[in-house]
Nanobody
Framework: QVQLQESGPGLVKPSQTLSLTCTVS?????????WSWIRQPPGRGLEWIGY???????YYSPSLKSRTSISRDTSKNQFTLQLSSVTPEDTAAYYC???????????WGQGTQVTVSS
């Protein structure tokens, strides 16, 4: 059973960088999946942020690309999201998930709430 768990600060100040880590257990992030970050702002739908492929390649949402970086540590079986220059609009529940490269995600983390506020 694959499990994903997000971790990171719940409060970030405006203009700072949000950094979250997803720890994967029960499966390797070097297997052929798309290890993704998705968020849900309050009262809104899910928004895809980006992924890191098992090969190490990355792809980001065009609307967030200039501020987003996703990296991985294969020795720890973790992948990390960094979102720079945050504003209150980046307040959301952030999820990591395993995807097939399309619209299907078969395993999700429980999510972590991040609030951007001074």
């Amino acid at each position: 059973q694959v499990q994903l768990q997000e971790s990171g600060p719940g409060l970030v100040k405006p203009s700072q960088t949000l950094s979250l880590t997803c720890t994967v257990s029960g499966g390797s992030i070097t297997t052929n999946y798309y290890w993704s970050w998705i968020r849900q702002p309050p009262g809104r739908g899910l928004e895809w942020i980006g992924y890191i492929h098992y090969s190490g390649s990355t792809y980001y949402s065009p609307s967030l690309k200039s501020r987003t970086s996703i990296s991985r540590d294969t020795s720890k079986n973790q992948f990390t999201l960094q979102l720079s220059s945050v504003t209150p609009e980046d307040t959301a529940a952030y999820y990591c998930a395993r995807g097939d490269g399309g619209s299907k995600y078969d395993y999700w983390g429980q999510g972590t709430q991040v609030t951007v506020s001074s």
